[in-house]
Nanobody, 126 residues
Framework: QVQLVESGGGLVQPGGSLRLSCTAS????????IGWFRQAPGKGREGVSC????????YYEDSVKGRFTISRDYVKGTVYLQMNSLKADDTALYYC???????????????????WGQGTQVTVSA
């Protein structure tokens, strides 16, 4: 069963930056929309961002707009989430998942995403 793999998490001070990566073995991500999600301690998982396959159109949850940027590298088969101006509220386990096709499902419809990774921890603390 194909599973995506996240990397790039870590401990960063408020105002700092991190870049997360999402890759997969046995599957080319090029043909799929890829979404990023996060789950903070004691909270439910929420959608953060998504990028289409064909036109690279991007979508963001309101609290990260202007701070996070999702992108994809078709050569490397990798999707990135660049996170700037990080806040303590961004602390969470971050996951990537793929849509069923090339267009992003609504970030509120997590059931439309599959091949979830194990997550990478992002901690924002002084």
């Amino acid at each position: 069963q194909v599973q995506l793999v996240e990397s790039g998490g870590g401990l960063v001070q408020p105002g700092g930056s991190l870049r997360l990566s999402c890759t997969a073995s046995g599957l080319r991500l090029d043909n799929y929309a890829i979404g990023w999600f996060r789950q903070a301690p004691g909270k439910g998982r929420e959608g953060v961002s998504c990028i289409n396959s064909a036109d690279r159109r991007t979508y963001y949850e309101d609290s990260v707009k202007g701070r996070f940027t999702i992108s994809r590298d078709y050569v490397k088969g990798t999707v990135y989430l660049q996170m700037n101006s990080l806040k303590a509220d961004d602390t969470a386990l971050y996951y990537c998942a793929r849509g069923g096709g090339g267009w992003c499902p609504s970030l509120n419809n997590q059931a439309d995403f599959r091949s979830w990774g194990q997550g990478t921890q992002v901690t924002v603390s002084a």
